[in-house]
């Protein structure tokens, strides 16, 4: 037997160009002698789909599309994932395409509702299994989430199944691919059988994909393993229902893997989303330039441009390292000196008497001139505004509204700043484009004379050891503190975290590579009476 692995990058809702890419993948599968092509978990219209999952006519033409499909499974059986609607609700499903037709259904039993997930919200349960004959072998279906729990492949075991063939939409996150390896060993030894796991790839908003399908034999090794990042067609060769092992390799290296990420969301967020291309402040700090690179790396140097936006705090070492970076990688480069505009803001501002002496209010309209000017060009020439802020600074607060937050893609949203730092280094290793002193000089956010980060936050490697155990672990301040971390320190974040919750609900999205990212799985309230840095 021969079973197709289609990992695809499908575009959510663009059913009628993912149903050519399913196509074109049958057509591949068939010529090369394949009996099953298995594609990704709601292949038909993309995954997640969210509320388009309420609207009838949405789940009309998905029907109808999947109906004109079929007629193109001959010769072969073919996975497809589609939202099917029937009496009892909406179902995840998988349909079984042969001789033309649907020929079998099923629907997924386990619905993830945690971090990401909210699959309840739009579906019901499936509880029957389904298997199907294939090339004398018989081969059970079950789908994502399923193989997280015992019972959908037992059910599928108990049924037949010599092999299990799961389609699979799973996000990344610097800890899945051991998570996901794990489980789907559990299942395959505890029913002695294969499992072909086939995840898809692409960006989708905040989510990205890795791909990474693998084949699993009956002892919880690896056979085969397919690439990440990348779409692919492989081919399974089974001899009977004992998969042949061909194993593939599979970089496991984080910073290779999180760098592989952000361009991959960066690329389809902005070709999918049709932008012409991006522009962003490049301040001479480490921030703006691995933004600028990984734009680069994702789209091409013609499609980004980079904007140095110099005020009377701006250092010559700055300015020097901006023009450098650009000039090395080949980008449009601007230099529009804020001094002026900031000056007439103070003028005005200087009606209204104050006694305040200077601080935030002079540094936040810089910050908000910048974002007024990259906007500006945005709306003038049609390019998506990419903006540079990291997860250590925006958890705390240490970021401006409508200042540095202004843009429509957040690239390193979810990257803490010491991994900022490693991924720059990372990123040199493949061709030396960040200058080092742009790596070795203190964090600053040129604002005022003589400025460092450190001045107003803690040291970074404190800082981001509380967020992994406060944000992506949910452990609190006494539990932070019985680990060594520095009991002020962490009181201090704790409360800061939870004031800037404001700022973050008006940031733009960005790409979570983390367990928990500051978007869809972190729902604190605004408004809240509750002391998270004292309990």
């Keep these: 037997m021969r079973v197709a692995v289609a990992q695809l990058n499908q575009r959510v809702g663009d059913l009628r160009a993912n149903a050519d890419a399913l196509r074109t993948a049958i057509a591949q599968a068939r010529g090369a002698g394949a009996a099953i092509l298995v594609t990704p978990e709601l292949s038909l219209c993309g995954y997640p789909p969210e509320d388009l999952l309420l609207r009838d006519d949405f789940l009309d033409a998905c029907a109808r599309e999947l109906q004109a499909l079929a007629t193109d499974a001959q010769d072969l059986v073919v996975l497809v994932g589609f939202p099917e609607r029937t009496q009892a609700g909406r179902h995840n499903a998988v349909a079984i395409l042969r001789d033309g037709a649907v020929a079998q259904i099923y629907r997924k039993q386990c619905l993830p509702n945690y971090t990401v997930f909210d699959e309840d919200r739009y ?22 989430e399923d193989v997280w729990y015992p019972q959908p492949a037992r059910q599928a075991r108990d049924a037949g199944a010599e092999v299990l063939l799961i389609p699979n939409a799973s996000p990344y996150h610097t800890r899945q691919h051991a998570l996901r390896r794990a489980q789907v060993a559990s299942r395959a030894t505890e029913c002695d059988v294969p499992i072909v796991y086939v995840n898809r790839v692409g960006g989708q908003d905040e989510l990205v994909f890795d791909g990474t399908s693998f084949v699993m034999d009956r002892t919880g090794a690896i056979a085969q393993q397919f690439p990440a990042w990348h779409e692919t067609l492989g081919i399974v060769e089974f001899e009977g229902a004992t998969p042949r092992a061909v194993r593939g390799d599979l970089d496991e290296a984080p910073e290779a893997n999180v760098y592989a990420a952000l361009m991959l969301g960066v690329r389809d967020y902005v070709d999918k989303n049709r932008f012409p291309g991006v522009l962003l402040g490049l301040s001479g700090g480490i921030d703006s330039a691995l ?13 980004v441009r980079a904007v140095m936006m110099p005020s009377p705090y701006t250092s010559r070492m700055s300015i020097e390292d901006a023009r450098t970076m650009a000039g090395a990688l080949g980008v449009r480069y601007d230099e529009l000196p804020i001094g002026h505009a900031f000056d007439a803001l103070l003028e005005t501002l200087a009606a209204s008497a104050s006694d305040a002496p200077p601080g935030v209010m002079e540094e936040n309209i810089q910050a908000r001139i910048r974002g007024l000017l990259l906007m500006a060009l945005s709306n003038r020439d049609g390019e998506l505004v990419l903006t540079t802020g990291n997860k250590s600074e925006t958890a705390v607060g240490y970021s401006t509204l409508y200042g540095d937050m202004a843009g429509g893609f957040a690239v390193l949203k979810d990257v803490v700043k010491t991994l900022v730092y490693r991924l720059a280094r990372y990123r040199n290793t493949l061709g030396a484009v960040i200058p080092e002193r742009v790596l070795t000089r203190a964090p600053t956010a040129e604002l005022r004379h003589d400025q460092e980060d450190q001045q107003t936050l803690p040291p970074y490697d404190v800082l981001d050891a509380i967020l992994e155990g406060y944000v992506e672990d949910g452990a609190d301040a006494r539990a932070l503190i019985a680990r060594g971390l520095p009991e002020a320190a962490v009181r201090d974040v704790i409360q800061r975290i939870h004031a800037s919750e404001h700022k973050r609900r008006q940031g733009a999205i960005g790409v979570r590579i983390t367990p928990r990212a500051f978007g869809k799985d972190w729902r604190y309230p605004i408004t809240s009476g509750w002391d998270a840095a004292h309990a």
């Design 123 to 144: 579906f019901v349960p499936g509880m029957e299994p389904c298997v199907i004959p294939v090339g004398g072998v018989t081969c059970g279906v079950i789908l994502c």
């Design 291 to 303: 933004t600028l690179v990984i734009a680069v790396d994702a789209l091409g140097r013609d499609r």
